[in-house]
């Protein structure tokens, strides 16, 4: 089964960069992906990473390294509506077609 | 807007009671997952249907049922429900199934159980 981990909270200032990681346990690899959820909407779809290395999409970038099943999302020059849970999540080789992480809950504040 | 679509937005009800949440997937979409999110708590998932099949099967309690239709919508039905049934109910699509495919979010129906 899938194992993943992601800090709980975080805290960042307008307009700087901030890096939220996720550690993940998996049996078999196939790509992880990065969600956006304001508080009480959806989860909307950032990236996903099947290779390692960056990826950048405008101020997003997503970052896989699947000999250390580690990723981070990398936030550049953030806005107040960044404030938002990030979900990381893996697919699965059991039940679940994607495990998601409980998420890190990100402020950015003034 | 992500293209999926679930109602109502907002369901208010009593315990023993059973609900019915909708669910119509984007355009050319096959496959349909359900999720439940309560508070503090992280996406749980529930149940994916494939083209109107059950293809898989997450910790969805025996109270809880779901079916896929012809025209690919989906419901979710929820029976004698209890207090700690109140979360955030998600819908998702992808165009196929399987782990690789990406999913979209519908805006959810919060349901309160009182």
């Known amino acids: 089964g899938q194992n993943i981990d992601q800090p709980t909270e975080m805290t960042a200032t307008e307009g700087a960069i901030v890096q939220i990681n996720c550690t993940y346990q998996t049996s078999g690899f196939n790509g992880l992906f990065w969600y956006q959820q304001h508080a009480g909407e959806a989860p909307t779809f950032l990236s996903y990473n099947v290779l390692d290395g960056l990826e950048e999409k405008g101020r997003f970038s997503s970052f896989l390294s699947r000999s250390k099943g580690y990723s981070y999302l990398l936030l550049k020059e953030l806005q107040m509506k960044d404030s938002a849970s990030y979900l990381c999540?893996?697919?699965?080789?059991?039940?679940?077609?994607?495990?998601f992480g409980k998420g890190t809950r990100l402020s950015v504040i003034a | 807007d992500s293209g999926v679509t679930q109602t109502p937005k907002h369901l208010i009800t009593a315990t023993g009671q059973r609900v019915t949440l909708r669910c119509s997937p984007r355009s050319g979409d096959l496959s349909v997952y359900w999720y439940q999110q309560s508070l503090d708590q992280g996406l749980q998932f529930l149940i994916q249907?494939?083209?109107?099949?059950?293809?898989a099967k997450g910790n969805i309690l025996e109270r809880f049922s779901a079916q896929q239709f012809p025209d690919l919508h989906s419901e979710l039905n929820l029976s004698s429900l209890e207090l700690g049934d109140s979360a955030l109910y998600f819908c998702a699509s992808s165009p196929q199934t399987g782990g690789l495919d990406t999913q979209y979010f519908g805006p959810g129906t919060r349901l309160t159980v009182l």
């Open positions: 249907y494939y083209n109107g099949e059950e293809r």
């Open positions: 999540a893996v697919p699965n080789s059991g039940n679940t077609p994607l495990v």
